[in-house]
């Protein structure tokens, strides 16, 4: 039962160490990616409603909303939810070019490997060779894949703390002065 659970994991480990050096980075980065994807969503479903259902009490239990200071405090409460909304948001942003970067070290390492082989051992070794190319493509491969899964969630939740923020303004609408 136990061998069956770790299955999955094995043919990671193969894979990672078929891609070499550089796809431990590259898996490195994606645990990090993911875990602030898994944040946001977090953050999103569970933390976001209750603040946003604070601040809307909030404005809604001051006696006038119409003054200057009225005008400040409203500002302040949307910015702080803003800055809440995009607190993460950076660093998921910066770590998707870091993937196929990555990927592209790998692939530099990968063909030097291939040279490597072709100067000691000539052209007359494909399968050597054929190692070296798909450590490269590994590498490639794994670098793209983890930077394409970071750009839906870094554009979605960018799109929506943007419309988070409009719908805020709605939310905590401004009284016209008597």
Avoid at 122 to 133: H, L, N, S, Y
Avoid at 151 to 161: E, G, K, Q, V
Wanted: net charge positive.
């Amino acid at each position: 039962m136990l061998e069956f659970l770790l299955t999955p994991f094995t043919g990671i480990g193969e894979f990672v160490e078929a891609g070499g050096w550089v796809v431990w980075w590259i898996l490195a980065v994606a645990l990090t990616l993911w875990t602030l994807i898994a944040e946001r969503v977090w953050w999103f479903r569970s933390v976001y409603p209750e603040r946003r259902a604070a601040a809307a009490a909030r404005w809604q239990a001051r006696p006038e909303r119409s003054s200057w200071t009225a005008r400040r405090i409203r500002g302040a409460m949307i910015g702080e939810l803003s800055v809440a909304m995009n607190s993460t948001l950076p660093m998921l942003r910066a770590l998707i070019p870091i993937c196929p970067l990555l990927g592209l070290l790998g692939t530099v390492g990968g063909m030097l490997e291939v040279f490597d082989v072709m100067a000691i051992k000539g052209k007359g070794e494909p399968r050597a060779m054929a190692d070296g190319v798909s450590q490269a493509m590994i590498a490639t491969l794994s670098g793209l894949a983890v930077a394409l899964s970071g750009m839906y969630s870094a554009h979605h939740y960018t799109a929506r703390a943007r419309r988070e923020t409009d719908e805020l303004q709605s939310l905590l609408a401004l009284e016209d002065a008597k």
